[in-house]
């Protein structure tokens, strides 16, 4: 304006416009004992363009000199309409994450998130210092800081100021504001991630153990149901080794080959123990005939001796030791003698009367009664075996029954079966001796018979298995006895019908 004339401005901050107090002044006029005006600067493009090559998305650097004016800056924060909504790898995971996140803060804090919100937004607006000011403050006096800053209630800001400094002296600070939603949407990003691969991989474990287990479950149950099936339900063997699992290389193989050699040293114990009764019966036989013999001769060269009581217990014994012989030979043979049996339709109507008559010619002082069936009884048996197992029954009535007791024989058809039952009145069965009485070597009988080995039911059981039928023991319903069913199939027409043929087509002799 002149050599002389000057223009001079001056800037004056006001923030209340009602006390229209002054905060600061900026003027170009000259200070006291200048005489050089003062420059108002506003940008100083060199250091925007270094602030701008630092910038980044969502986060706005600002340069201030010592007088805390803005000297460079660069980037923009996001407000709240600008946000754009939080985008991660799986939205449903993200929207779960979210709604977890309010309930483990409740969980931790014991309040909500948004009470917790509110209460930190109103302690920083009812302060006395912008968490800015303070920033710049503490920056400029070349203290380094970092404050949060909330603005509202939905969106807080994170503050970084450090000083810059030139000749040990401050000349400026440099503040860099990030949203803290960016900060947090990066932090919840990974953490997802972090989850979903988490809960990804040990959902893959869980799906690799569950495969092993279950295969193992499964080689374990073949393995049991391969061992089991090697034992008939009366405890016999039926195979003497195992197939599965013999090759495998781990315990359950192991386990398989140590069953495998148990199961056919088990085979080789149970044949030498039923090849024992023949043996025993063959190297007994010899010397109880010897021993049979000589009493016979001696009854003969001393006439007077056969009234001798002591010649009589003796005879009675030597026969006794045969006859238990001749039971056990005969329970280890009658598997093999039932096999190489033919069976035949007969009517066990007609065979089990004549046999409960015969009964009271054997049993002198028993009486007996038959009731007979009056439906065709006709079945594919073994007569000869069928009154064996009546034998059997029979004995085993008589030694129980009650005295003045008749013992009752029946004989029911039904539809597909024939049942043959065996009731006398005495001492009833527990439920232990029922489980056991058709075994073999189980006598019930006390310790005054000695000499029954319980063979007699177990021949029982046998007979009627092998023609295809079953065998119970019950308490009769007054519980005053028991009765032996014996059940049998009834013979079909077709089988009738087939032995009238071979019956009619046999050559004449």
Same mark, same amino acid.
């Given at each position: 304006m002149g050599s002389r004339t000057f223009f001079g401005m001056t800037f004056v901050d006001i923030d209340d416009s009602v006390a229209r107090e002054v905060v600061s002044t900026t003027q170009t006029l000259p200070p006291t004992e200048k005489q050089n005006f003062n420059l108002v600067v506003l940008r100083t493009p060199e250091v925007r363009k270094i602030v701008q090559g630092l910038g980044?998305?969502?986060?706005? @650097?600002?340069? @201030?000199?010592?007088?805390?004016?803005?000297?460079?800056?660069?980037?923009?924060?996001?407000?709240?309409a600008d946000s754009d909504d939080e985008q991660g790898w799986f939205p449903s995971a993200t929207g779960w994450f979210n709604s977890v996140r309010p309930r483990l803060h409740q969980l931790i804090t014991g309040e909500s998130l948004e009470q917790t919100i509110a209460g930190e937004f109103t302690a920083e607006k009812g302060s006395a210092a912008n968490p800015a000011d303070k920033a710049i403050a503490a920056s400029l006096g070349g203290v380094p800081i970092t404050l949060r800053n909330r603005i509202s209630q939905n969106q807080e800001l994170i503050l970084a100021a450090h000083p810059i400094v030139s000749a040990e002296e401050v000349i400026g600070t440099v503040i860099v504001e990030q949203d803290i939603d960016d900060i947090l949407r990066f932090q919840r990003s990974a953490l997802q991630q972090v989850l979903l691969l988490s809960v990804l991989s040990l959902f893959v474990i869980f799906?690799?153990?569950?495969?092993?287990?279950?295969?193992? !479950?499964?080689?374990? &149950?073949?393995?049991?149901?391969?061992?089991?099936?090697? @034992?008939?339900? &009366?405890?016999?063997?039926?195979?003497?080794?195992? /197939?599965?699992?013999?090759?495998?290389?781990?315990?359950?193989?192991?386990?398989?080959?140590?069953?495998? =050699?148990?199961?056919?040293?088990?085979?080789?114990? =149970? +044949?030498?123990?039923?090849?024992?009764?023949?043996?025993? &019966?063959?190297?007994? =036989?010899?010397?109880?005939? +010897?021993l049979s013999t000589s009493l016979q001769n001696l009854a003969e060269d001393y006439p007077g001796i056969d009234e001798s009581k002591y010649l009589e217990s003796a005879q009675r014994? %030597?026969?006794?030791?045969?006859?238990?012989?001749?039971? /056990?030979?005969?329970? !280890? =043979?009658?598997?093999?003698?039932?096999? !190489?049996?033919? /069976?035949?339709?007969?009517?066990?109507?007609?065979?089990?009367?004549?046999?409960?008559?015969?009964?009271?010619?054997?049993?002198?002082?028993?009486?007996?009664?038959?009731?007979?069936?009056?439906?065709?009884?006709?079945?594919? %048996?073994?007569?000869?075996? @069928?009154?064996?197992?009546?034998?059997?029954?029979?004995?085993?009535?008589?030694?129980?029954?009650?005295?003045?007791?008749?013992?009752?024989v029946q004989l029911d058809c039904f539809r597909e079966?024939?049942?043959?039952?065996? !009731?006398?009145?005495?001492?009833?069965? +527990?439920?232990?001796?029922?489980?056991? %009485?058709?075994?073999s070597m189980v006598s019930h009988r006390g310790q005054e018979n000695r000499l029954h080995?319980?063979?007699?039911?177990?021949? %029982?059981?046998?007979?009627?298995?092998?023609?295809?039928?079953a065998v119970n023991a019950l308490n009769l319903q007054d519980d005053t006895g028991v009765v032996f069913l014996v059940q049998l199939p009834l013979a079909r027409s077709t089988d009738l019908e087939e032995q009238v043929y071979r019956t009619d087509t046999l050559p004449p002799r």
């Open positions: 980044y998305a969502g986060a706005r @650097i600002s340069v @201030i000199d010592s007088q805390q004016r803005v000297r460079a800056e660069a980037g923009s924060i996001q407000t709240d799906v690799a153990l569950l495969a092993f287990a279950g295969r193992l !479950a499964w080689r374990i &149950r073949n393995l049991r149901r391969e061992a089991s099936s090697a @034992i008939d339900a &009366r405890g016999r063997l039926k195979k003497s080794q195992l /197939l599965s699992e013999m090759n495998a290389g781990d315990e359950i193989g192991d386990l398989a080959r140590s069953v495998s =050699n148990m199961l056919e040293k088990l085979n080789q114990h =149970n +044949t030498f123990l039923e090849s024992m009764p023949r043996t025993l &019966r063959h190297e007994i =036989n010899n010397p109880l005939n +010897t014994g %030597v026969n006794r030791i045969g006859s238990i012989v001749q039971n /056990l030979a005969d329970a !280890a =043979n009658l598997e093999e003698s039932l096999e !190489a049996e033919e /069976l035949e339709s007969i009517d066990l109507d007609i065979l089990l009367s004549s046999y409960t008559a015969n009964c009271s010619l054997s049993h002198p002082g028993v009486d007996f009664a038959y009731r007979g069936s009056s439906k065709p009884a006709h079945a594919l %048996v073994s007569d000869f075996r @069928i009154e064996q197992l009546m034998d059997k029954l029979i004995d085993n009535a008589v030694d129980f029954h009650r005295r003045d007791t008749p013992i009752r079966t024939l049942q043959i039952s065996v !009731a006398n009145r005495g001492p009833t069965l +527990t439920g232990e001796v029922r489980k056991s %009485v058709f075994d080995f319980g063979l007699g039911l177990y021949v %029982v059981r046998i007979i009627a298995e092998h023609h295809g039928g």
